[in-house]
């Protein structure tokens, strides 16, 4: 392929990456527990020299490369909540939640419920990870506490907690869908000693929706300029063949 084309077309790729992920984050700012995804662009440089050290034309540059995004682990807002298992995390960490096939996965969202056998849920359904000191049936009645460190107290008696995970890998972190992030080789989280859990409120989308909106109008306009390049490129060399003929 052409230089001048292949550095278009790696443009492009990267571009249409990073509006995937921008179109994404605006999609979410609404989603609890939802954090942003920022785009690395990374420059494909070559060292290619010549016998005399210079750096060959060819070896310059060949476009740009877009990773699919960065984890934007800034706290997002408090908000109120209007449940006793309405959970919100203040700094570091996650949530577990184990899927369908029961392996652990990780979550901000802590909108959790109690569904009709006495099995704390998430919004989507799946099973948040809980350790009982007692068996939810036998839960004496009352409205239960959860304290900073996620026990769970109704009266004097502590009947559960629930653990949060460090955030420390979060770099290696694979999206799943439903807000969840799990590791490569389902490889488990660390347990935080001290965590800090708010009852009953949320933590809101962390999603800048304004500077995400300029981020679209900006990687749009590069897009195009970058699609004109490339149909300029293509016209150029349309007329040297003609030449050639």
Request: a negative charge; charged letters at 20%; proline letters at 4%.
């Amino acid at each position: 392929m052409n230089p001048s084309l292949a550095v278009s077309k790696s443009g492009i790729n990267g571009l249409q990456t990073n509006l995937d992920i921008i179109s994404n984050n605006i999609a979410n700012s609404n989603t609890v527990g939802f954090k942003e995804k920022d785009a690395n662009f990374h420059e494909l440089l070559r060292e290619d020299t010549s016998s005399r050290g210079n750096i060959l034309m060819n070896g310059i540059s060949r476009g740009t490369r877009t990773e699919q995004g960065q984890l934007n682990l800034t706290q997002g807002g408090i908000i109120p909540g209007t449940n006793d298992f309405d959970l919100a995390l203040m700094g570091e960490g996650f949530f577990g939640v184990r899927t369908a096939n029961n392996e652990l996965s990780y979550t901000r969202d802590g909108s959790f419920r109690f569904d009709a056998q006495g099995t704390l849920r998430t919004s989507d359904g799946n099973r948040v990870e809980i350790n009982y000191f007692l068996p939810k049936n036998d839960w004496p009645n009352g409205n239960p506490t959860v304290s900073e460190k996620g026990q769970i107290t109704i009266g004097n008696q502590v009947v559960g907690e629930i653990p949060v995970f460090e955030s420390n890998q979060y770099e290696q972190f694979l999206e799943i869908g439903d807000n969840l992030f799990q590791l490569p080789g389902n490889q488990n989280l660390p347990r935080i000693q001290n965590p800090n859990v708010k009852q009953h409120y949320l933590e809101a989308s962390n999603v800048d929706l304004a500077g995400q909106m300029t981020d679209m109008i900006v990687t749009q306009r590069a897009y195009s300029m970058n699609t004109k390049v490339a149909q300029s490129t293509d016209d150029m060399m349309q007329i040297i063949n003609n030449f050639k003929q």
